[in-house]
């Protein structure tokens, strides 16, 4: 069955609940995701390569954990369960920072991001992440714009780095 999708206005009401086939390919259609900064307590951020078999920035290196909250969940159990499903982890004990809109000629979110501290296995999910590897923050900023980040991580680090000031 395919996976259906809260639709929703700026402030991430609800408006409508259709296919994610329908709402992906439509920027118009704006629906919510969540994001998880993950870091090491050196402060290096852990990145997920996404798999070659994505519809969306495939190859690239992106934000630790992502995905769609699902129609009727709560952010905070689709943190969770994101958690889970890519990386494995389920200790790592998330705290919201911050929520902005994120569109591109493909779609359109509203990300709420969350962000912890962890340390231990990281058993990933090889179906949807190629590889996985902690980055200093420096090596980041260098290699913004160079086109082996997703837009949407660009835009999520960029957010990011404002908020931390």
């Not at 913004?144 to 837009?151: A, E, Q, T, V, Y």
Request: aromatic residues 10%.
């Amino acid at each position: 069955m395919e996976e259906l999708l809260d639709v929703v206005n700026e402030k991430g009401e609800v408006i409508d609940t259709l296919p994610r086939s329908v709402i992906h390919g439509n920027p118009s259609l704006m629906h919510r995701v969540v994001h998880v900064l993950v870091f090491n307590i050196k402060g290096d951020l852990l990145l997920q390569r996404r798999s070659m078999n994505k519809d969306v920035a495939p190859g690239k290196w992106d934000t630790s954990v992502g995905g769609h909250i699902d129609h009727g969940e709560e952010v905070i159990e689709s943190v969770r369960r994101e958690m889970e499903e890519e990386l494995g982890v389920t200790t790592c004990g998330p705290e919201f920072l911050y929520t902005y809109i994120h569109s591109n000629p493909y779609e359109t979110e509203v990300v709420y991001t969350h962000s912890c501290v962890y340390e231990g296995d990281v058993r990933f999910n090889k179906e949807e992440i190629d590889e996985v590897r902690f980055w200093g923050i420096d090596e980041i900023r260098h290699n913004l714009g160079k086109g082996i980040f997703s837009d949407n991580f660009e835009h999520e680090f960029r957010t990011y780095m404002e908020f931390q000031k």
